[in-house]
C-alpha cells in the first residue's frame, strides 16, 4: 500500500478518536480546557503509534507534518477565529468563514493544542508554540522510525 493511503487511514483513525471523545463525554468539545493536552498528547502518542505500525516511509511523515502546519498557518494568521469562541464574540476574520472550517476539520486531530494555549493564554504567541509542536513531533517521528529500524 502506498504511503499517501498508509497516512490518509492514519489520518481517518485519528480524526474518528478525536470526535469520539466529544461523543464519549457528551458535552461540547471545546469545555475540555483543562484534559485538552491529555488528549494532545493521547492523539500524539496514537499518530507515533500508528506511524510504526503501518511502516510509513521517514519522507511522507515528514510532508504530512508540513500539509498540517501549512493548514495551521491558516488558523494561527487567524487567530480570532478560535479566540472568539472562547469569547462568544463574532470574530472579524481574514480568510472566508468555509476556509477556515474545512481547516479546522482537517486538522482536528491536533486542534487540541489550541485549547492548550487558550487554556494557558498563550494565544500572542501561537505562531511560535503550534509550529514547535509539528518539529517537535517530526523530531520524536523520526526517532520512532530508527528505534523501530533498528529492532528489525
Known amino acids: 500500500m502506498k504511503d499517501r493511503y498508509k497516512l490518509i487511514i492514519i489520518h481517518l ?7 469520539g471523545i466529544g461523543v464519549i463525554t457528551k458535552n461540547s468539545y471545546r469545555y ?37 502546519l501549512g493548514i495551521f498557518i491558516i488558523l494561527i494568521i487567524d ?11 463574532t470574530p472579524n476574520t481574514i480568510f472566508p468563514y468555509s476556509i477556515l472550517l474545512l481547516s479546522n476539520v482537517i486538522t482536528l486531530p491536533f486542534v487540541d493544542i489550541f485549547y ?3 487554556m494557558l493564554n498563550l494565544f500572542n504567541i501561537s505562531f511560535i508554540i503550534i509550529p514547535s ?10 526517532k520512532v522510525l530508527k528505534l523501530s529500524k533498528k529492532r528489525e
Open 79 to 89: 487567530k480570532d477565529y478560535f479566540y472568539s469562541s472562547y469569547i462568544q464574540s
Open 13 to 19: 483513525i485519528l480524526f474518528i478518536s478525536a470526535l
Open 32 to 68: 475540555f480546557n483543562k484534559i485538552s493536552w491529555v488528549i494532545l498528547l493521547v492523539n500524539t502518542i496514537l499518530f507515533l503509534i500508528l506511524i510504526k505500525q503501518f511502516k510509513v516511509k521517514e519522507n511522507s511523515i515528514i510532508k504530512y507534518l508540513l500539509i498540517i
Open 116 to 118: 492548550c494555549i487558550y
Open 133 to 142: 509542536y509539528i518539529i517537535i513531533l517530526m523530531i520524536i517521528t523520526k
